[in-house]
């Protein structure tokens, strides 16, 4: 269960109950939030967003916070081997434990400005023409 949202700014506890009772409520084993409005971020945050420590997870914070990523895994239900992360992503390779199956998660934001939407989109579909060729399954 990969769970995905646009968070519109991580800085109040409100919202951070907020996510914390979706993940739980849905089950999450992978969540992709847009828009932390946060350049940094802590393990402690992390645990308190998940709601335990067993979370592994990766931040991109944006340009001062705007257009900042927070990607956040079970580690019982994903195995982290590496990642890629650039300007409006953070790509995540890993292993699917449950069925034991490779796999790629993709958290993706971009701003409405037509030229970084088409260089975002040029820069990931030449990620993902790579992964094809090894023959990765992906999850966007």
């Not at 739980?24 to 802590?42: D, H, L, P």
């Not at 967003?49 to 991109?60: A, I």
């Not at 257009?67 to 195995?79: I, P, T």
Request: glycine content about 10%; overall charge positive; hydrophobic content about 45%.
């Amino acid at each position: 269960m990969i769970v995905n949202l646009n968070i519109r700014g991580l800085g109040g506890n409100i919202k951070a109950r907020y996510l914390r009772h979706i993940i739980a409520r849905e089950g999450a084993e992978f969540a992709c939030i847009q828009e932390t409005k946060v350049s940094a971020i802590t393990d402690a945050r992390c645990f308190n967003l998940w709601g335990d420590n067993n979370v592994g997870w990766l931040h991109y914070g944006g340009d001062n916070g705007s257009g900042s990523l927070l990607s956040l895994w079970n580690k019982d239900a994903f195995c982290y081997d590496t990642h890629v992360m650039g300007k409006g992503f953070i790509v995540v390779y890993g292993k699917y434990i449950k069925i034991n199956c490779r796999c790629v998660v993709v958290n993706v934001y971009v701003a409405c400005s037509l030229s970084d939407k088409i260089a975002l989109w040029k820069e990931l579909s030449d990620l993902k023409k790579g992964l094809l060729r090894r023959g990765m399954v992906l999850l966007w």
